[in-house]
């Protein structure tokens, strides 16, 4: 990808000389050309996320996840990122455009993998990404094939399968990144957003979402808890403090930021109650993880349990 005649950001790098280089070149990823051509991709154009700010997308992935990882891994020009439910491959696409690694992107839905590499074939990075098409339970790499795995809001889709679970634990060697809704929080704002409504069987929660008139967003998803989820991955321990980030501060320094969601947009900042709510929920380091709406973390295999020596955590 060229980014001649956009203009240009302060230069962002990560700890280490030798590893990942987080290079935020340009205020635009994309030029208009190609995000022209990204739109006329058949399957994309026919999808919900059209219209969504192509450039705003990959600088929420580079902002949000690729950035913070810098806090636990040194990614390497022989390392592997698994990106589990790419989707059309932003988060995969990102890390093509701004770190040294091979990526592999898995997603379950064979037209929507094509034009993810379509789209990454548009912004010229198509050959640094290995797609494949597979689902959890039965993902298409080899035990620990990639150091790094992200899951981002996949697990909620698929049920409690614990298989699924191991199977995300298999392919990783090191760093596993998975958010998702929390099951203990009273709200999801994943659903339905009505308090409690989760927790009901799912023909009670149908009847609810139907009496308050929200059953369009009444997907019948199934949430994991922190204990559940951390049980079917015994060889990893939560490295994370606040989310997925090493710090609560990190977390701030991701705002602001484009939000590429349905109902998304852009985000300046958190609001006042939600602020200190998530202040005080950050005193609990690791165990923050309880009491946050999302199970966003980073997980980190033991390093006795490694097949490849990788930094200290």
Avoid at 145 to 171: K, N
Avoid at 194 to 200: I, T, V
Wanted: glycine share 8%; with cysteine; aromatic share 10%.
């Amino acid at each position: 990808m060229t980014t001649q005649g956009l203009p240009k950001r302060e230069p962002a790098s990560c700890n280490g000389a030798e590893g990942t280089r987080l290079r935020t070149t340009a205020d635009r990823f994309v030029s208009d050309e190609q995000e022209r051509a990204i739109r006329a991709v058949p399957h994309f154009a026919r999808g919900v996320y059209r219209d969504i700010d192509i450039n705003g997308a990959l600088d929420f992935y580079q902002r949000r996840y690729i950035g913070p990882l810098g806090a636990f891994v040194d990614l390497r020009a022989d390392d592997v990122v698994a990106d589990i439910g790419t989707g059309y491959g932003w988060l995969a696409i990102a890390f093509a455009l701004h770190t040294p690694a091979r990526i592999v992107a898995v997603d379950n839905d064979e037209a929507r993998l094509e034009a993810a590499r379509a789209i990454a074939g548009i912004l010229r990075v198509a050959d640094r990404i290995d797609w494949r098409l597979g689902a959890l339970g039965r993902l298409p790499l080899v035990d620990r094939e990639a150091r790094v795995a992200y899951c981002i809001e996949v697990i909620e889709h698929i049920g409690r399968s614990r298989p699924a679970i191991h199977d995300l634990g298999r392919i990783c060697d090191e760093v596993l990144v998975i958010t998702s809704p929390n099951l203990l929080f009273p709200i999801i704002a994943h659903d339905t957003r009505l308090p409690f409504c989760h927790w009901l069987p799912l023909g009670l929660r149908a009847r609810y979402a139907a009496l308050c008139g929200r059953s369009s967003s009444q997907h019948s998803n199934l949430f994991w808890s922190p204990m559940g989820l951390l049980r079917e991955l015994p060889d990893f321990n939560v490295t994370s403090r606040f989310l997925h980030y090493s710090s609560r501060r990190d977390y701030l320094a991701t705002f602001p930021f484009y939000l590429p969601y349905e109902g998304g947009g852009m985000r300046g900042g958190d609001e006042y109650l939600k602020s200190i709510y998530y202040a005080a929920a950050s005193l609990l380091g690791r165990y923050s993880l309880y009491v946050m709406p999302s199970l966003a973390c980073t997980l980190r295999r033991a390093s006795e349990n490694r097949v490849r020596g990788g930094d200290a955590g």
